[in-house]
T-cell receptor
Framework: DQQVKQNSPSLSVQEGRISILNCDYT??????FLWYKKYPAEGPTFLIS?????DKNEDGRFTVFLNKSAKHLSLHIVPSQPGDSAVYFC????????????FGKGTHLIIQP | GAGVSQSPSNKVTEKGKDVELRCDPI?????LYWYRQRLGQGLEFLIY????????KSGLPSDRFSAERTGESVSTLTIQRTQQEDSAVYLC?????????????FGNGTRLTVT
């Protein structure tokens, strides 16, 4: 029973264009969402987060959108750069805590030159 | 060091052997987590330590898995009588505290291969 779903295993985007990574969740109790980025042979690194009281959070080239009614969130990266090529994990938690984070399977983003 | 350190980075073991994985969290981080990532899967929560509280072991897949943490420092994850399905990358993470605004800082993981 996957509570956090990233249905696209991979995504290829041209450098300079917008990358949109999607994440769906089933547990309506989730109230805090995070995106992590992972390079090969390294651990995931925190990228951006959003609380359920917001519908958008922006940090530089990265923006996360939350649609609670659809139980959907997305990460937008614009403009996409070669260094953005990585696996992106969506994660969710109940009560805003970092304990018990539920992760999706990840989307491998490939930025084409 | 500045980050979470895990050792060994790679471990190959024969089925049935015991293995011990080590994690050095960031100094001062009270919360420590173990996750594993099997091939093609997301990160699966295993166990969580917070200060001197009893650990949350709800994610451990079987009684062959155990973990300890000494105070607010080093943690070891032990897998007894390893099975092939235990092959995965085992990731340790720490955070300053376990609340929002304190994201997890991950180590580079230990890649365990059980032959």
């Amino acid at each position: 029973d996957q509570q956090v779903k990233q249905n696209s295993p991979s995504l290829s985007v041209q450098e300079g264009r917008i990358s949109i990574l999607n994440c769906d969740y089933t547990n309506s109790m989730f109230d805090y969402f995070l995106w992590y980025k992972k390079y090969p042979a390294e651990g995931p690194t925190f990228l951006i987060s959003i609380s359920s009281i917001k519908d958008k959070n922006e940090d530089g080239r990265f923006t996360v959108f939350l649609n609670k009614s659809a139980k959907h969130l997305s990460l937008h990266i614009v403009p996409s750069q070669p260094g953005d090529s990585a696996v992106y994990f969506c994660a969710a938690s109940v009560g805003g805590g970092a304990d018990g984070l539920t992760f999706g399977k990840g989307t491998h983003l490939i930025i084409q030159p | 060091g500045a980050g979470v350190s895990q050792s060994p980075s790679n471990k190959v073991t024969e089925k049935g052997k015991d293995v011990e994985l080590r994690c050095d969290p960031i100094s001062g981080h009270t919360a420590l987590y173990w996750y594993r990532q099997r091939l093609g899967q997301g990160l699966e929560f295993l166990i969580y330590f917070q200060g001197n509280s009893a650990p949350d072991k709800s994610g451990l897949p079987s009684d062959r898995f155990s973990a300890e943490r000494t105070g607010e420092s080093v943690s070891t994850l032990t897998i007894q009588r390893t099975q092939q399905e235990d092959s995965a990358v085992y990731l340790c993470a720490s955070s300053l505290f376990s609340r929002v605004g304190s994201p997890l800082h991950f180590g580079n993981g230990t890649r365990l291969t059980v032959t």
